[in-house]
C-alpha cells in the first residue's frame, strides 16, 4: 500500500484532512512562505502575500457590496479585518470558542478609533464591543481562514469545528442564509487539486482567493443550520448559544 493509499479515508477513498493539514503546514515552513506567528503548525497559517490577498478580495463585487462581515479572527486575515473597518464595513467575530453568552465581538468602524489595534487577536477582545446574537446585523459576506481548501471549494481548517459551527449558529438565527457568499484567503500553496473526506456539515468556500487569482468554485449546498447529531454532550455544555437554540 502506498504512503498516498494510507492518507486516504476508508469510507469514501478520499484524503483525510489530517494528512493535508501536516502536508501544508510542513510545505509553507520548508518553503519559507510561512509568516509570523511560527511555527504554522497547529493554526491558520500566515502567509506570504496575505495582504495583496486581502487586496484582491476587495476587489470583488461580493466584497463591494457588503456592509456586514463575519470573519475570523486570525493573522492571515488581518489586513482583510482592517481594510473592511477603512471601508466602513462592520466586523464580527466569535468570541474565543463561543464561550460567553455574548458569543460575538462587534468592530464598528464608526465607534472604534484604532482599526489597526482593533483588529489584532489581542486587540479585538479590548476595543471591540461584546454582544449577543440578538445585536448582530445580518452578515453579507463570511470571510474564514483555512489551513488547505480545494480549488472545487472544500475547505480545511485546523480541525475544531469552531468555524462551521459558528456558521451553522448564523444559519439558524437568521443572519447568514444560502445566498450568503462564504469566502477564503490562502497562499497558492494551501490550494490543492485532489478529493477530500468532507462531512455534511461542512461550509463550502463560493469564493478563493490567493495573491495570484480568485476562484469561484461551483461548490456544494451549504448545510442548513446546525447538525445537533455531530455536537457531543460537553460541546453542548460548554457553549451557552447552543443550550438556548436547543430550548427554543
Known amino acids: 500500500m502506498s504512503d498516498g493509499d494510507r492518507n486516504r479515508d476508508d469510507r469514501t477513498g478520499d484524503v483525510d484532512k489530517e494528512s493535508v493539514r501536516e502536508r501544508i503546514w510542513d510545505d509553507l515552513e520548508e518553503s519559507g512562505e510561512a ?8 493554526r491558520i497559517p500566515n502567509f506570504a502575500g496575505a495582504d495583496e490577498a486581502a487586496d484582491r478580495l476587495a476587489a470583488t463585487p461580493e466584497w463591494k457590496s457588503a456592509s456586514t462581515i463575519k470573519a475570523n479572527p486570525d493573522a492571515p486575515q488581518l489586513p482583510v479585518r ?4 477603512r471601508e466602513g464595513k462592520t466586523v464580527y467575530m466569535a468570541v474565543p470558542r463561543l464561550a460567553d453568552e455574548d458569543c460575538f465581538l462587534e468592530l464598528d468602524p464608526d465607534v472604534l478609533e484604532d482599526y489597526d489595534a482593533a483588529t489584532t487577536v489581542s486587540g479585538s477582545s479590548k476595543h471591540g464591543e461584546q454582544v449577543g446574537p440578538d ?21 480545511i481548517g485546523k480541525g475544531e469545528g469552531y468555524s462551521d459551527l459558528e456558521y451553522a449558529i448564523l444559519y439558524d438565527l437568521g443572519l447568514v442564509d444560502s445566498s450568503t457568499t462564504v469566502a477564503t484567503t ?14 455534511d456539515h461542512d461550509v463550502s468556500m463560493d469564493l478563493l482567493v490567493t495573491p495570484e487569482r480568485t476562484l469561484r468554485p461551483d461548490g456544494r449546498p451549504q448545510p ?22 436547543r430550548e427554543d
Open 186 to 199: 490562502v497562499h497558492e500553496r494551501q490550494v490543492i487539486d485532489e478529493a477530500v473526506a468532507i462531512d
Open 224 to 245: 442548513t443550520g446546525i447538525d445537533w447529531s455531530a455536537l457531543d454532550d460537553e460541546r453542548l455544555e460548554e457553549i451557552p448559544v447552543l443550550k438556548r437554540l
Open 35 to 42: 509568516r509570523f506567528p511560527f511555527p504554522p503548525h497547529g
Open 82 to 85: 482592517r481594510r473592511a473597518l
Open 135 to 155: 445585536a448582530v446585523e445580518p452578515i453579507d459576506l463570511i470571510v474564514s481562514g483555512s489551513v488547505a481548501v480545494t480549488d472545487t471549494g472544500d475547505r
